[in-house]
């Protein structure tokens, strides 16, 4: 494989996972596709898989994903791959403004081909794979490089290749972060704001025991007991196995498998009462509004910049994220710019953005004040 694709200006790249049936996840097939041949890689059978990463560093040859985010981290995690000159197919989509973005929505559309469903969930750790997955695992890959073409040509001709290569470009920076277990993670569950103190306690213990037995089993913690489950646990606090199986989510086996685990949780869990005062504050607004109470002036730029972005969002016919994101938009709210070269500072906005936008980014801002 490695020979034939020596020379090749391009690749379709794209993985396959077992993230939704084990705790501890790993790539368990690689999919790379050129014009003439499509490659199924496994990574089970061959120890060494080193000879792939020149080309998917090499930034003479274009690889081609669909929603790449996920396949850089996790090919940087299990093989420290990285990789350069990356068009991304799912984002040009988006930055096109076509209205379907999922790849099998995209090549119904382009080819008139159809995804089989039935293996988008499927167990990709498992080994012998059937022959009708491997074909599914194949297409993901096989029209990739010509539904690039296509996309390439439309960007050209729209004037959205600055844009689409600025994205590209920050997608090929991706690399593998350590997401390790927040036992905070409870407070984020719907319904814990509801809660009395003492269900709070209960479903922080419930919480932590379920991620125990998730290590535990190499399972994935929805599969051990879901969070509409805990959530039940916590509001109606079964106090022996038999009333187990009333709550939503609750088997007869699970009763018998957890049982003795999840009553001492919930015991553990009264004895401890939480306020939602209690609750972390988090540093992380993730990308919309700012911590603490901008302005008014602040807040009444952000308004009229936000009604600016969804009007030109609709006059490109694009999501209102593709023009710029609640993150940007807070940034340039606050900062309250008055030249272009504010703008770009400290990486505010692309250049690509201020190109395209800049003049009437300060022209709204100057008209809110």
């Known amino acids: 494989m490695l020979a034939h694709l020596e020379g090749e200006p391009a690749l379709a790249v794209d993985t396959e996972s077992n993230s939704l049936y084990v705790y501890q996840e790993r790539v368990c097939l690689i999919q790379i596709s050129v014009p003439d041949v499509d490659y199924l890689v496994d990574p089970f059978a061959l120890r060494d898989l080193s000879g792939l990463g020149p080309f998917l560093a090499d930034p003479r040859v274009l690889k081609v994903f669909h929603g790449a985010e996920y396949d850089l981290s996790v090919l940087h995690r299990d093989f420290q791959f990285t990789v350069a000159n990356l068009f991304d197919t799912m984002w040009a989509s988006r930055i096109l403004g076509w209205p379907a973005h999922g790849l099998g929505d995209l090549l119904q559309e382009q080819f008139g081909v159809t995804l089989n469903k039935k293996y988008q969930r499927a167990n990709w750790g498992l080994r012998p794979l059937p022959p009708a997955q491997l074909d599914y695992?194949?297409?993901?890959?096989?029209?990739?490089?010509?539904?690039?073409?296509?996309?390439?040509?439309?960007?050209?001709?729209?004037?959205?290749?600055?844009?689409?290569?600025?994205?590209?470009?920050?997608?090929?920076?991706?690399?593998?972060?350590?997401?390790?277990?927040?036992?905070?993670?409870?407070?984020?569950?719907?319904?814990?704001?509801?809660?009395?103190?003492?269900?709070?306690?209960?479903?922080?213990?419930?919480?932590?025991?379920?991620?125990?037995?998730?290590?535990?089993?190499?399972r994935p913690p929805f599969r051990v007991i879901s969070n509409r489950a805990l959530v039940g646990l916590a509001e109606q606090r079964p106090q022996n196995r038999r009333e187990l199986p009333r709550i939503k989510g609750i088997s007869e086996s699970m009763a018998r498998r957890y049982g003795q685990g999840?009553?001492?949780?919930?015991?553990?869990?009264?004895?401890?009462?939480?306020?939602?005062?209690?609750?972390?504050?988090?540093?992380?607004?993730?990308?919309?509004?700012?911590?603490?109470?901008?302005?008014?002036?602040?807040?009444?730029?952000?308004?009229?910049?936000?009604?600016?972005?969804n009007a030109k969002a609709q006059e490109r016919g694009v999501e209102p994220d593709i023009v710029l994101n609640n993150q940007a938009l807070w940034s340039i709210a606050i900062l309250n710019p008055h030249s272009r070269q504010e703008l770009t500072g400290d990486g505010l906005l692309a250049r690509w953005q201020v190109d395209e936008y800049g003049d009437e980014l300060l022209a709204v801002v100057a008209r809110a004040h």
């Open 262 to 309: 999840l009553l001492n949780a919930i015991q553990r869990g009264k004895e401890h009462p939480l306020s939602w005062k209690d609750r972390p504050r988090s540093d992380n607004n993730h990308g919309s509004r700012p911590n603490g109470r901008p302005a008014p002036a602040a807040q009444a730029r952000f308004e009229a910049l936000r009604q600016w972005r």
């Open 137 to 218: 695992a194949r297409l993901d890959t096989h029209y990739l490089l010509p539904l690039h073409e296509i996309q390439a040509q439309e960007l050209t001709a729209t004037g959205r290749w600055p844009q689409a290569r600025h994205r590209f470009g920050r997608l090929v920076e991706i690399r593998w972060e350590s997401r390790e277990f927040d036992p905070e993670g409870f407070w984020r569950l719907p319904g814990v704001r509801d809660m009395d103190d003492v269900g709070r306690g209960v479903l922080r213990e419930l919480y932590l025991f379920r991620e125990e037995r998730a290590r535990h089993e190499n």
